[in-house]
């Protein structure tokens, strides 16, 4: 069981907007800090969305946007698109360097 | 553009050892670690640990000690990964990629993934 709980599934129209949630769940990874979202495609390598909690790769489309509140981190895609639909994963480095934590991920359907 | 990329598939009998690479090219290999992430069938991301390819310091996650080798090739810019008397739950794509040494609060690119399959 991951440290960090994701919902399994989501799903949304083009053009809308969802939100992905990111909980912690396990004192294991430590004060949550520096979370970073990586969205994957059937057969292919994982791809940074968002790191350090809100910042976006250079790159990355601005219908991106990551937050956190306490316990909890979100990943907020707008304007769905086609392409949005992949598995995303959330991902917590404690500051230790020893111990990264993965959510168990999510998968996006765009209707 | 930056770029790691791995060795291919391998079908290996339970037991057996196997190595997987990582060529790292277009930028300074030494200046970024290097990570690993197993992923199982139909499941989730695992980080394994990483190696600070300045030092040559490798740092396994639980889970993956004993069995498991991380080493440096600096001279080609290439980082492997060893994994010892494979056993059937080792059947997994496994992915390098690189983060800052030290500080994991990105992994920036991603080698294409190399699947291991483990089968009598």
């Known amino acids: 069981q991951s440290a960090l709980t994701q919902p399994a599934s989501v799903s949304g129209s083009p053009g809308q907007s969802i939100t992905i949630s990111c909980t912690r769940t396990?004192?294991?990874?430590?004060?949550?800090?520096?979370v970073s979202w990586y969205q994957q495609h059937p057969g292919k390598a994982p791809k940074v969305m968002i790191y350090?909690?809100?910042k976006r790769p250079s790159g990355v489309s601005n219908r991106f946007s990551g937050s956190k509140s306490g316990n909890t981190a979100s990943l907020t895609i707008s304007g769905l698109q086609a392409e949005d639909e992949a598995d995303y994963y959330c991902?917590?480095?404690?500051?230790?360097?020893?111990?990264?934590?993965f959510g168990g991920g999510t998968k996006l359907t765009v209707l | 553009q930056v770029q790691l990329v791995q060795s291919g598939s391998e079908l290996k009998k339970p037991g057996a050892s196997v190595k997987v690479s990582c060529k790292a090219s277009?930028?300074?290999?030494?200046?970024?670690?290097i990570n690993w992430v197993r992923q199982a069938p139909g499941q989730g991301l695992e980080w394994m640990g990483w190696?600070?390819?300045?030092?040559?310091?490798?740092t396994y996650a639980q889970g993956f000690t004993g069995r498991f080798v991380f080493s440096l090739d600096t001279s080609v810019s290439t980082a492997h990964l060893l994994i010892f008397s494979l056993e059937a739950e080792d059947t997994a794509v496994y992915y390098c990629?690189?983060?800052?040494?030290?500080?994991?609060?990105?992994?920036?690119?991603w080698g294409q993934g190399t699947l291991i399959t483990v089968s009598s």
């Open positions: 991902c917590s480095y404690t500051g230790n360097g020893a111990y990264v934590a």
């Open positions: 396990t004192s294991n990874v430590g004060n949550f800090n520096l």
């Open positions: 350090e909690d809100n």
């Open positions: 277009a930028y300074t290999f030494t200046n970024y670690a």
């Open positions: 190696i600070n390819t300045n030092t040559g310091t490798p």
């Open positions: 990629a690189r983060g800052p040494q030290g500080r994991h609060n990105w992994f920036d690119p």
